[in-house]
């Protein structure tokens, strides 16, 4: 592994690294990104960021995305590399992810919008559009282990309301937590009723402890992402498609 960049700030160490194919970026140690263009979905986490936009009604020709928290790009990229989306709006707290995102990872940059801002202001903004698909990725370290990632804002009502505003009716939302625990404590049926969504599911991979949880506005429709991700691995000429392994839980 080569480390091609590095940045030191009073506070923040970045290097992006290539490994063979794949171009990684680390933040304070953190492994924040991956991205192989000769293998997108190669059994990461950010795969399963990138596949609950297959539950969308409109999929694979989807009008908006917002993605909090770009790391380096690897969900707009995913999303570029298997869907049609008219527009990708990407915020970001750190400018540097920013410039690295534009600079080493970006497959297309015409139809994506990098903005720095903090997500909880950006997502309050009430001249804000609305989207079909939104993920929630915000992780940053911990403030007693830099190199530790946590979730530096907790998924309440208060949250999930903000984000469900930004929803179209039928917008479809994924959350990246921690683990099981975190995720039922926040997703409890009342909290997502208040917040305006009907259901939920969530996506697990053996080799990870985060949950990526999925909410929808308008009702899931499970069969609609079996019927997407087959003709996705039908059509895909990339092979790590057809031996996508994860498990999708349909129940609290």
């Not at 590399?81 to 540097?96: G, N, Q, R, Y």
Request: aromatic share 10%; hydrophobic share 40%; with cysteine.
């Amino acid at each position: 592994m080569a480390v091609i960049w590095q940045k030191q700030t009073a506070s923040e160490h970045y290097e992006v690294r290539t490994a063979g194919s794949s171009v990684r970026l680390y933040t304070n140690g953190i492994f924040h990104s991956q991205w192989n263009p000769q293998r997108p979905l190669a059994g990461h986490l950010w795969d399963l960021l990138f596949l609950p936009s297959l539950f969308h009604k409109s999929t694979p020709d989807i009008d908006s995305c917002l993605i909090l928290g770009v790391g380096g790009g690897a969900v707009i990229n995913l999303l570029n590399t298997f869907l049609s989306v008219k527009k990708i709006t990407a915020v970001d707290l750190d400018p540097v992810h920013l410039k690295i995102a534009l600079k080493y990872f970006l497959t297309r940059k015409d139809n994506v919008d990098l903005i720095e801002a903090e997500a909880r202001e950006y997502i309050s903004r009430k001249t804000g559009q609305k989207f079909d698909f939104l993920v929630d990725d915000i992780f940053c370290g911990a403030e007693s282990d830099k190199s530790d990632p946590v979730r530096p804002i907790t998924v309440d009502v208060a949250w999930l309301t903000l984000l469900s505003r930004r929803l179209k009716k039928d917008g479809v939302l994924a959350i990246n937590f921690e683990g099981v625990t975190q995720m039922k404590k926040a997703l409890k049926p009342s909290s997502l009723k208040e917040a305006g969504f009907k259901s939920r599911v969530y996506f697990q991979h053996p080799r990870y402890e985060n949950i990526i949880a999925v909410c929808f506005k308008s009702g899931r429709n499970v069969a609609h992402f079996n019927a997407q991700l087959a003709k996705l691995k039908a059509e895909s000429s990339h092979a790590a498609v057809k031996d996508l392994r994860f498990e999708l839980v349909c129940k609290s």
